[in-house]
């Protein structure tokens, strides 16, 4: 009996994770896997991430492939309900690893791998992921990753079937030193990564508080109906307001502090911008934030 039991416990462990995941469709043709906006855990099996994809008559093209090889699995058994049709491209938005790690998956089947410069620079084949220290070994089991078949400098454009993608790099650091967005021009969606989140605190550990509020602007001027983020369930304009609210707040706050004198091991107690405190995530990142930002605007000219 007590085999029997050890038995069924192993057997459970040894199931991929379930992430239930359903495509909810943002505008025609366009679906998207909405993720919890909260921290990588076990428990959630890196699905705190928004992945997407677009429907053509050739194939789909995947924004985001998401945190690990199972994940991507199911993502596609969901797709394949909408329309039985291969991927045919995977468009990275950015190098951190929530965003990417379904791509062995996806590369299995046939699908081209697309990102950015600074993927190509940080990512090797053989290292250790965040992702891989947090979630369990069943749960990133086949998790693999791989090069990129194409890489993006700063622009490119991209037609599958009937459908056309501008694939941009809008500034040379904001989230990170390579985040691109991806604009479908005849259905005005806008595909913008981690350059903005909603329903959480946006992080700074790789990127700039001035380059993301230019990042701001610039994903205004593109006049999009639907803004796809990262992190975070809404996808209409209003998604642009809190963030840029935020950054503004945290560019004043730390700019007062130098200001003011104020040194780097005081600026977190001094600048909490608790008006933001009920937003997710905001005890985890915005001392980090505050820190990273003072670290940039210390030697920071405003252009004339």
Request: net charge negative; aromatic share 10%.
């Amino acid at each position: 009996m007590k085999s029997m039991i050890a038995l069924c416990l192993t057997t459970l462990a040894l199931q991929a994770f379930e992430y239930n995941l359903v495509p909810k469709e943002v505008a025609k043709g366009v679906h998207c896997f909405f993720g919890s906006p909260e921290e990588i855990t076990k428990e959630n099996g890196g699905n705190m991430v928004n992945t997407c994809f677009v429907t053509t008559k050739e194939g789909f093209i995947v924004i985001d492939s998401g945190p690990t090889y199972s994940y991507a699995k199911q993502a596609y058994s969901a797709m394949k309900n909408i329309a039985n049709l291969p991927v045919k491209y995977v468009i990275d938005t950015h190098d951190h690893d929530d965003h990417w790690l379904g791509n062995g998956f996806y590369k299995e089947q046939g699908a081209l791998l697309i990102g950015s410069r600074t993927y190509e620079q940080n990512v090797q084949v053989d290292m250790p992921t965040r992702m891989e220290k947090i979630v369990t070994k069943e749960t990133f089991a086949k998790t693999k990753i791989f090069k990129l078949d194409t890489v993006i400098a700063s622009e490119n454009n991209l037609t599958l079937g009937d459908t056309q993608l501008q694939i941009q790099q809008l500034v040379d650091q904001a989230h990170t030193k390579g985040d691109l967005v991806v604009y479908l021009p005849q259905r005005k969606v806008l595909f913008v990564g981690d350059l903005v989140f909603n329903d959480r605190i946006t992080s700074l550990r790789d990127g700039s508080v001035i380059g993301s509020l230019k990042a701001m602007e610039m994903i205004e001027a593109f006049g999009a109906d639907t803004i796809i983020t990262g992190h975070g369930y809404a996808t209409d304009k209003s998604v642009l307001k809190l963030q840029k609210e935020y950054l503004l707040a945290l560019k004043e706050g730390v700019q007062d502090a130098l200001d003011n004198d104020i040194s780097i091991n005081e600026v977190t107690k001094r600048v909490k911008l608790e008006q933001f405190k009920d937003m997710n995530l905001y005890k985890e990142l915005n001392s980090r934030n505050v820190f990273e930002a003072y670290r940039e605007l210390e030697f920071y000219e405003e252009e004339e």
